[in-house]
């Protein structure tokens, strides 16, 4: 059976759970256990700190893990990264004083920078050929510049809010992070099988977010020309109605572009419009 290592409590632990219960597999949120069985799919869950997550999998304490692309990067464990899983999207930046006279990244020459991600820090700083300090300290690095510990900062940022509220401004983004699927690198075939219907499930779920099924009468002349507005996955659907003039036309469309297919549909005719929720896409 899998064994798959999840954190046990913060920013991804609810996420990831609901992303498990979305595939159909129920884990216990607990944190106080350390491991449990989930149901739904023959799995195992191990509850640990996000920084112990890529270790366990690299061990092969665990086959899988869900972690930030942060953590894999920074931890330099040997692991496989299977999939991104489209949540805890973030971005590693370097952010300086905003009283600082910043030009361009050899403003860092010689300075001292406080960060929790020192590894990934000091190479982006060697393939630049910058010599700076890097120090680093476990958490409240954003303060560190205010209380003259360092001159600036490497630190997550998501919406900048923490930046802006500690008087600091983002400069170089050096990596974006959102939480992947990793995967120990050495798997028995049966194993690889199990991951395999693991990230079918992901996959599936991933696709489907932001999508709508979308419904509509249409006159019966412009359905060439509502085919020729909707890529759709295949074509879309087109089913007759009572009135022989008249079909009704189904489809499913991304909400980024829903609006302005709509209003196109409309304009050929397309009426009665139903938009409903979609709650997965398995291709
Ligand atoms: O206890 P454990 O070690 O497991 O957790 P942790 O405290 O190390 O990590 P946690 O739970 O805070 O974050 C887990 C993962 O979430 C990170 O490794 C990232 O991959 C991801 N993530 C996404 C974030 C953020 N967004 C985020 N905004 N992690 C931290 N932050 C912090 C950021 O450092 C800043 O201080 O949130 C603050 C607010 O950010 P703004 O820019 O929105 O103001
Ligand atoms: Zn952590």
């Known amino acids: 059976m899998l064994t798959i290592a999840i954190q046990n409590k913060g920013r991804l632990n609810e996420d990831t759970v609901a992303l498990m219960a979305d595939a159909g597999i129920t884990a216990s949120a607990s944190h106080r256990k350390l491991i449990s069985e989930a149901s739904g799919f023959p799995l195992h869950v191990l509850y640990l700190r996000d920084d112990d997550i890529p270790q366990a999998v690299a061990m092969g304490v665990a086959d899988i893990g869900i972690v930030g692309l942060n953590e894999v990067l920074e931890k330099e464990q040997d692991v496989d990264v299977r999939m991104k899983l489209g949540f805890g999207a973030c971005r590693l930046s370097l952010a300086v004083p905003k009283s600082a006279e910043y030009t361009d990244i050899r403003w860092f020459e010689g300075k001292r920078v406080a960060t929790s991600y020192p590894v990934i820090l000091r190479n982006y ?146 009426a009665d419009i139903l938009v409903l929720a979609l709650e997965n896409v398995i291709r």
């Open 125 to 270: 700083f060697s393939e630049n050929g910058i010599h700076a300090f890097v120090h680093e300290i476990a958490g409240s690095v954003e303060v560190a510049p205010a209380v003259g510990m360092a001159d600036a900062i490497f630190d997550i940022v998501s919406s900048g809010g923490t930046l802006i509220q500690n008087g600091l401004v983002e400069e170089e983004t050096v990596i974006r992070s959102e939480a992947v699927l990793i995967a120990h690198p050495h798997l028995d075939a049966e194993k690889e099988e199990e991951i395999g219907k693991l990230m079918f499930r992901f996959r599936s779920i991933i696709e489907s977010k932001g999508m709508k099924y979308v419904l509509m009468n249409l006159p019966k002349q412009r359905i060439d020309e509502a085919v020729a507005l909707l890529p759709g996955m295949k074509s879309p659907t087109v089913m007759p109605l009572a009135d022989k003039e008249w079909v009704s036309l189904h489809v499913v469309l991304h909400e980024n572009d829903l609006w302005d297919k709509i209003e196109q549909l409309k304009n050929i005719g397309a």
